[in-house]
Structures are given as C-alpha cells and as structure tokens.
C-alpha cells in the first residue's frame, strides 16, 4: 500500500511566523504536490514538484515556498504565516506512469 | 481556470441511491476522477474516467460524458459509512488535478 505521511495533524502558530510541514511518501513516487482545503472551495493546487529539486506553482503560490532535496519528501514553508493560511493542507503524491494521486491525512494549521 | 461544479449537500436514507452529478468546463481534459473523504481524513481514489460510459466497481459507479462535459457518481445500496464528502475532479495533461468543492452526503437510518 502507498503510505504518504505528513509531520502533523493539528498545528497552532502564530501571525509571522515561519512554519514547516513535512511530507514523506515510502513508495518511490516521481511527483508530489501540496494542496490546501476550505470549505466551499475545494482543495487547491499550492505547489508540485516532478523531480528532486525541481517545483512547479500551481494555482495560489503566493505566501508559499517548497523544498525537495530527496525524492521522498516534500516540504511546504510558509516564510511568514498570515491568518489567512489557516487551513486544512494536504499532500499527495504520483507515480511517474500514473494518473492517480495518493494523499496523506493533512495538516490542519492554525494562524493567530 | 477550470469550472468544477457540484452540489453542495445530499442526504439519502439507508438502502437507497444518490447520484451526485458533476459538471466541468476545462481545457486538456485527461480523465475526471471521484475521491471520497470522511471527515478529518485523506482523499480516497473511488474512479477514474476517461471514456464516454459507465464504470462499476461494486456499490459505485461513475459515469462521464466528454461531449457534455458531465459525469455523475452513483452510489447504490447505501451504508450509514458512506456519509462523507464526495469530490470531482478532473485531470488535465499528465498530473494537474482541479478539484470540485465537494458534496457531503449525510446518510440517514
């Protein structure tokens, strides 16, 4: 079974500050992706990477940066958190000959 | 952008079926998938359509009509462990998804 974990499931931070969620796949999936989830709007596409160091911008970039140094994981930097980003974050990731993304079980974040 | 639409609630009774229709306006079009998420947790791969017609796996099936721009999700025989939220999306070129809002579906005794 692919397993993609992410590092937290609740986190509480606060107004400009930096924050990190991790993202690690075990099954040796070329891409992954960060998408975040609020209600009535659906998840949408932060940022997705195809390959070790390489990244894409998906649909809502802004206030966000990526890192993936190893092909296993996948890390979402928020350089300064805004109340805003209060969300639901989720990860998934993609085999390179397939179609369907496989997600962890989020990280829903707090900004106060 | 991409138009993802879908209702935003259901509810149906225990035994009974629900459709839950999805329609979409997206260029690139690569095949339209159904995740199911119950509250608090992961997405989960329910189908996967490329082609026109009706795909049954068990108590789902998913239907897409490339033409129209449509695809439904029929969920059959209902079980109160099918309350959840039921999201439509579609797949254009190789791996960008477009995610519908979601419609939960509350399933009652």
């Known amino acids: 079974d692919v397993k993609v974990t992410q590092s937290s499931r609740y986190l509480v931070k606060r107004t400009g500050e930096k924050v990190f969620l991790e993202c690690v796949q075990d099954m040796d999936h070329e891409n992954m992706f960060w998408y975040r989830q609020d209600p009535g709007l659906g998840l949408r596409l932060i940022y997705f990477?195809?390959?070790?160091?390489?990244?894409e911008k998906g649909d809502i970039p802004e206030g966000y940066s990526v890192s993936r140094e190893k092909k296993e994981r996948f890390s979402l930097i928020l350089e300064s958190a805004s109340t805003n980003q209060t969300s639901m974050y989720l990860c998934?990731?993609?085999?390179?000959?397939?179609?369907?993304?496989?997600f962890g079980p989020g990280t829903r974040l707090l900004v106060l | 952008g991409q138009n993802i639409d879908q209702p935003t609630e259901m509810t149906a009774t225990e035994g009974a079926i629900v459709q839950i229709n999805c329609t979409y306006q997206?260029?690139?079009?690569?095949?339209l998938f159904w995740y199911q998420q119950h509250a608090g947790e992961a997405p989960t791969f329910l189908s996967y359509?490329?082609?026109?017609g009706l795909e049954e796996k068990g108590r789902f099936s998913s239907f897409l009509s490339r033409s129209k721009g449509y695809s439904y999700l029929l969920l059959k025989e209902l079980q109160m462990k099918d309350s959840a939220s039921y999201l439509c999306?579609?797949?254009?070129?190789?791996?960008?998804?477009?995610f519908g809002a979601g419609t939960t579906v509350t399933v009652r005794a």
């Open positions: 359509n490329v082609l026109d």
């Open positions: 997206t260029s690139g079009f690569n095949g």
């Open positions: 999306a579609v797949i254009q070129g190789d791996y960008k998804l477009s």
């Open positions: 990477s195809y390959d070790v160091k390489m990244k």
């Open positions: 998934a990731s993609l085999p390179g000959q397939g179609k369907t993304q496989y």
